[in-house]
């Protein structure tokens, strides 16, 4: 699915026209991108989270002549799928996920410790 197929599905699901649907979209997508641009996360529950990710400067190899560069620090864009959407993508993992949480016994908590004599 294209950003032309995702304008038509709006338009047709909310009775809108097409370039109504259109700026809704853009406007969705700009706050996304100026939020995360400015550092804050941008959450939908169920579905994920946007989030600015500070990669550190690093040294690599050039692989075609194996010399050793610096590689600049970065910020990069980041989603995170929520666990509804991944359910939605694949049941048979969140079966799994949810088989383990009921079948792990719980944790007992520590016994106290004694106190010095002395």
């Given at each position: ?65 194996g010399d050793k560069i610096k590689i600049p620090a ?45």
């Amino acid at each position: 699915m294209n950003k032309t197929d995702l304008i038509q599905r709006l338009a047709d699901q909310h009775q809108l026209s097409k370039a109504e649907a259109g700026r809704i979209l853009d406007t969705l997508l700009d706050t996304v991108v100026t939020a995360v641009k400015k550092g804050d996360s941008v959450t939908v529950p169920g579905f994920g989270t946007f989030k600015q990710h500070a990669r550190a400067a690093r040294n690599g190899v050039n692989p075609s002549t194996g010399d050793k560069i610096k590689i600049p620090a970065a910020k990069l864009p980041k989603f995170t799928p929520g666990a509804t959407f991944k359910a939605a993508v694949d049941p048979k993992a969140a079966a799994r996920k949810a088989g383990k949480a009921a079948a792990a016994p719980a944790k007992k908590a520590a016994p106290a410790k004694k106190a010095k004599k002395g």
